[in-house]
C-alpha cells in the first residue's frame, strides 16, 4: 500500500553496490549491529512473529468459540477482554497475529515474483518488450486494488487465506516491478554483464548471477515493503466484509467490533488490539527498512 | 508534449478497457450463478415479482447469446450510460444510486489528498537534516503510514466523538434534517464532515512527509546545493531550490498513492457510516447486489483515471522538460 513510504532507492537508483568478497559481509554486520533503527524494528516484528507461532498453543480453546462471560473488560483470566458473545479476544488476537504475518509473506510473495520478474525482464531485455511489460505495469499501477479486490472477491462464496494472499499479489506488484526495471536497466549496461552476455550465457542466468546478486539490498527492501502492504490490503479487505470465512485476523477483529457497534458500547477492548497490531507490525518493518537501507548504503550512514 | 500526453493517454485508455474487461468477466467466469446467488438475499416475498426480477437479470447477463455479443452489448449498454438496476433497490437505476453518493466521497477526498500532500511536503522539508525534528518526523510518520485507515477512524470515533462527545460520529448529516440549503443543514453538514476528513488527513500525512523529506536530503547533497553553499548562499535559499526539484517526485507520488487514498475514503466512511461509495459498497455487498458493486468500480476506476490525467497535465506545466520536448529539444 506504501509506495511513497520509504521506498528504497530514490536516493541510490544510480550506484548499486560493487561485488566484493566476504569482507563486506562482516562490514554489512558491523553496521547492522550498531543502526538502532533495524534492531527495534527487528525485535519488535520478531516478537510479534513469536507471539503468533508460539501463542495458539498455550491456548486450548477454538479462537471463535464463546468461552466467557460476555463484554468483560480486559481482567487476569482474560488478558485483553471478551466480546459481546463471550469471545476470548486475547485468543483471537494471537492466532489473528500468525494470519497476518502469512498474508503478508504468502501476498508479498506473489507479489515479489511477479514484480521482480517483469522488473528484470523489462529492464535487462529493453526494446519492444520492455514497451509491452511497461504498460502492463502502468496498467495495474493506476487500476485501485483495493477496489479490483472488492469486486473480484465479492464472487466467491469461500474465502481462503490462500486466495486472498493470490489476488492481493496480483494487483499489489506494479511499483515494485518499476523501481527493478530501474535498476536492471542501469546494471544491464554494465561491463561485467556485457562480458557475461558475450561468454553466451542465458538470459536468465545472466538475470539470476549477475544481476540480481548486485542489487540483493534493494529486493530484501522491497520484499518487506510488498509485505507490510499485503498486509494492509488484507485488513481492508476482512474490514468490508470480505476476509477468509470462518477465519481469525486482525482484520475480522476489527469488522465484527465494527458490525456489532463495540464503539457506542465503548468496548474499546474489542477495536484497539487490532488496531494497534497490524499499525506495529507494518509500522516496525517500514523502520526496520530505514535501517537496512542506512546498512547497506553508505551515503546513509550517519556514524 | 504531445506525445507525452498522448502515451498517457493511450494507457489510461487502455486501462479503462482492460476494467470494463474484467468487470464483464468476473461475473461471467466465477463459479455459480450470479443471478441466483444475487436473488438469494433479495428481500422479495413475493414469487411472481421475484420471477419478474430474474427474467430481468437472465436478460441483462444475455445468458442465451455467444459470448462475443453479450461482450458487445455490454459495451454498448455502458455507452449509453446505463450500468443496470439496483437489486436492493429496485427498481433504480444503478448510475442514480452511485451519482447520489458521488459528492460525499468526493467531498471528503479532494480537501484529505490535497491538504494532507501540500502540509505533509512542508513538514518533510522542514524537518529533513534537522537532527532533533527528524528524530520525531520519522518516526511519527511511518507509524502513520502503517496504520489502517479503519483504524485511526474508529479512534478518532471513539476519544473525540463518544468519550469528548464533542463530534458526530455517524452519518452525513443529521437524521432529523432533510437535505435542504439552510444554515442549519450545512452546518450539521461540516460536523458530520470533520471527522472522517481529519482521520484520512492523518494518516495520509505521515506518508508525504516522509517522501518529501527523502527527496530533500538527497537535493541537499546534489552538485547544486553543494556550489551554492560554497558560495555562501543562505541554507533557506539552498532549501528554497532542493524544495522545487523534490516536488517532482512528489507530483508523480500524488498519482501512485491516489489508489490507496481511495481506499482509505472507502474503508473510513464505512466507519462513520458517512452516505459516500464505501458505504454503498458495503450495503451492496450485504446485499449481494452485483450490478451496484460493478458499476461503483467502474466509476470509481474513471475516477482515479481522470484524476491521473489531471496530475499529468499539472506535470507538464510544473516541469520545463517535458515542455522542451514540444519544440523539438532533445528528449
Same mark, same amino acid.
Given at each position: 500500500m ?7 532507492g530514490?536516493a ?15 562490514e554489512v554486520?558491523h553496521?547492522a549491529?550498531?543502526?538502532?533503527k533495524?534492531l527495534?524494528g527487528?525485535?519488535?516484528v520478531l516478537?510479534?512473529?513469536l507471539?503468533g ?13 464463546y468461552?466467557g462471560? %460476555?463484554? %468483560? ?7 485483553l477482554g471478551?466480546?459481546s458473545?463471550?469471545q476470548?479476544?486475547?485468543?483471537q ?7 497476518t504475518?502469512l498474508? $503478508?509473506?504468502?501476498? =508479498?510473495?506473489v507479489?515479489?515474483?511477479? $514484480?521482480?520478474?517483469? $522488473? ?5 531485455k529493453?526494446?519492444?518488450i ?7 505495469t ?24 490462500f486466495? %486472498? =494472499?493470490?489476488f ?7 511499483w515494485?516491478?518499476?523501481?527493478v526495471?530501474?535498476q536492471?536497466l ?5 561491463d561485467?554483464v ?5 561468454s ?7 538475470i539470476?548471477?549477475?544481476i ?6 534493494y529486493?530484501v527492501m522491497?520484499?518487506?515493503?510488498l ?9 481492508g479487505?476482512?474490514f468490508?466484509?470480505?476476509g477468509?470465512?470462518?477465519g481469525v485476523s486482525l482484520g475480522?477483529?476489527l469488522?465484527s467490533a ?9 468496548m ?5 488490539p487490532p ?13 526496520l527498512?530505514? $535501517?537496512?537501507d542506512?546498512?547497506f ?5 550517519e556514524l | 508534449m504531445w ?11 487502455l486501462?479503462?478497457v482492460?476494467?470494463v474487461? !474484467?468487470?464483464w468477466?468476473i461475473?461471467?467466469?466465477? #463459479? ?6 444475487m436473488l438469494s ?8 415479482a421475484?420471477?419478474?426480477?430474474? *427474467?430481468?437479470?437472465?436478460?441483462v447477463?444475455?445468458f442465451d447469446?455467444p ?25 433504480q437505476?444503478?448510475? *442514480? ?5 458521488v #459528492?460525499y @466521497?468526493l467531498?471528503?477526498l479532494?480537501p484529505?489528498?490535497?491538504?494532507s500532500w501540500?502540509?505533509?511536503?512542508r ?7 534537522k537532527?532533533?525534528? *527528524?528524530?520525531?518526523?520519522?518516526p511519527?510518520g ?12 474508529l479512534?478518532? /470515533? ?5 468519550v469528548?462527545?464533542?463530534?458526530p460520529?455517524?452519518?452525513?448529516y443529521s #437524521? ?5 440549503f439552510s444554515?442549519?443543514?450545512?452546518s450539521s453538514?461540516?460536523?458530520?464532515? !470533520?471527522? #472522517?476528513f ?5 494518516v495520509?500525512?505521515?506518508g ?13 547533497? /546534489? *552538485?547544486?546545493?553543494?556550489y551554492?553553499?560554497?558560495?555562501g548562499a543562505p541554507?533557506?535559499l ?7 526539484n523534490?516536488?517532482l517526485?512528489?507530483i508523480t ?5 491516489l489508489?490507496?487514498?481511495?481506499s482509505?475514503?472507502l ?9 459516500g461509495?464505501? @458505504?454503498?459498497?458495503?450495503q /451492496?455487498?450485504?446485499?449481494r447486489d ?5 458499476? @461503483?468500480?467502474l466509476f470509481v ?5 481522470i484524476a491521473?490525467?489531471?496530475?499529468d497535465?499539472v506535470?507538464?506545466?510544473?516541469d520545463p522538460?517535458?515542455?522542451v520536448?514540444?519544440t523539438?529539444?532533445?528528449?
Amino acid at each position: 500500500m506504501s509506495e511513497i513510504a520509504g521506498a528504497p532507492g530514490t536516493a541510490d537508483a544510480a550506484d548499486a553496490p560493487e561485488p566484493t568478497a566476504e569482507r563486506k559481509t562482516s562490514e554489512v554486520l558491523h553496521f547492522a549491529v550498531r543502526n538502532p533503527k533495524l534492531l527495534i524494528g527487528l525485535g519488535i516484528v520478531l516478537t510479534l512473529l513469536l507471539t503468533g507461532i508460539i501463542g495458539p498453543f498455550f491456548i486450548d480453546h477454538d479462537p471463535n468459540e464463546y468461552v466467557g462471560p %460476555q463484554s %468483560q473488560p480486559p481482567n487476569g483470566e482474560y488478558w485483553l477482554g471478551t466480546t459481546s458473545f463471550g469471545q476470548d479476544i486475547w485468543a483471537q488476537f494471537v492466532y489473528g497475529l500468525r494470519s497476518t504475518f502469512l498474508i $503478508g509473506a504468502f501476498g =508479498g510473495g506473489v507479489a515479489f515474483v511477479i $514484480g521482480t520478474t517483469v $522488473g528484470f525482464v523489462a529492464g535487462y531485455k529493453g526494446g519492444i518488450i520492455d514497451e509491452i511489460l511497461n504498460m502492463l505495469t502502468n496498467v495495474v499501477l493506476v487500476l485501485p486494488a483495493l477496489v479490483v479486490l472488492i469486486v473480484a472477491t465479492a464472487y466467491l462464496d469461500v474465502r481462503g487465506i490462500f486466495v %486472498q =494472499g493470490v489476488f492481493i499479489g496480483l494487483t499489489s506488484w506494479p511499483w515494485a516491478a518499476r523501481a527493478v526495471r530501474s535498476q536492471a536497466l542501469s546494471l544491464s549496461t554494465r561491463d561485467y554483464v556485457d562480458l557475461a552476455r558475450l561468454s553466451g550465457r542465458r538470459t536468465w542466468r545472466i538475470i539470476t548471477t549477475e544481476i540480481a546478486p548486485n542489487m540483493s539490498s534493494y529486493l530484501v527492501m522491497s520484499f518487506i515493503l510488498l509485505f507490510g502492504g499485503s498486509i494492509l490490503i488484507a485488513a481492508g479487505l476482512d474490514f468490508i466484509g470480505l476476509g477468509p470465512s470462518n477465519g481469525v485476523s486482525l482484520g475480522l477483529m476489527l469488522e465484527s467490533a465494527m458490525k456489532w457497534s463495540s464503539l457506542y458500547l465503548g468496548m474499546w477492548w474489542w477495536f484497539i488490539p487490532p488496531g494497534l497490531g497490524i499499525t506495529t507490525i507494518v509500522g516496525s518493518l517500514y523502520i526496520l527498512n530505514v $535501517g537496512l537501507d542506512e546498512v547497506f548504503n553508505p551515503k546513509l550512514r550517519e556514524l | 508534449m504531445w506525445r507525452y500526453i498522448g502515451r498517457k493517454l493511450f494507457v489510461y485508455l487502455l486501462t479503462f478497457v482492460i476494467a470494463v474487461t !474484467i468487470n464483464w468477466m468476473i461475473p461471467r467466469f466465477m #463459479p455459480g450463478d450470479p443471478v441466483r446467488s444475487m436473488l438469494s438475499r433479495a428481500s422479495v416475498g413475493n414469487p411472481e415479482a421475484l420471477q419478474r426480477m430474474n *427474467d430481468y437479470y437472465t436478460g441483462v447477463f444475455g445468458f442465451d447469446t455467444p459470448l462475443h455479443e453479450q461482450y458487445l452489448a455490454f459495451w454498448g449498454g455502458l455507452l449509453r450510460g446505463d450500468l443496470g438496476v439496483s437489486v436492493m433497490l429496485y427498481p433504480q437505476p444503478v448510475l *442514480d444510486i452511485i451519482l447520489r453518493s458521488v #459528492p460525499y @466521497t468526493l467531498a471528503l477526498l479532494l480537501p484529505a489528498i490535497i491538504l494532507s500532500w501540500i502540509v505533509g511536503n512542508r513538514i518533510g522539508a522542514f524537518a529533513a537534516r534537522k537532527k532533533l525534528l *527528524d528524530n520525531t518526523v520519522l518516526p511519527v510518520g511511518y507509524v502513520l503510514t502503517a496504520m489502517p485507515y479503519m483504524w485511526l477512524a474508529l479512534l478518532l /470515533a471513539w476519544s473525540l466523538g463518544i468519550v469528548a462527545g464533542v463530534l458526530p460520529t455517524s452519518g452525513g448529516y443529521s #437524521p432529523t434534517l432533510r437535505p435542504e440549503f439552510s444554515w442549519l443543514f450545512i452546518s450539521s453538514l461540516i460536523t458530520h464532515w !470533520i471527522l #472522517p476528513f481529519l482521520s484520512m488527513f492523518i494518516v495520509a500525512l505521515g506518508g508525504w512527509a516522509i517522501g518529501m523529506r527523502n527527496m530533500i536530503i538527497y537535493e541537499l547533497e /546534489a *552538485d547544486y546545493s553543494n556550489y551554492l553553499q560554497a558560495l555562501g548562499a543562505p541554507s533557506r535559499l539552498i532549501r528554497r531550490y532542493a524544495f522545487r526539484n523534490a516536488m517532482l517526485p512528489q507530483i508523480t507520488g500524488l498519482a501512485v498513492q491516489l489508489g490507496t487514498v481511495l481506499s482509505g475514503a472507502l474503508l473510513t466512511e464505512i466507519v462513520f457510516n458517512y452516505p459516500g461509495l464505501g @458505504t454503498l459498497i458495503l450495503q /451492496a455487498l450485504n446485499n449481494r447486489d452485483f450490478f451496484v458493486l460493478q458499476g @461503483t468500480f467502474l466509476f470509481v476506476v474513471v475516477g482515479v483515471l481522470i484524476a491521473n490525467f489531471i496530475i499529468d497535465i499539472v506535470y507538464v506545466l510544473v516541469d520545463p522538460r517535458t515542455r522542451v520536448q514540444m519544440t523539438g529539444g532533445a528528449a
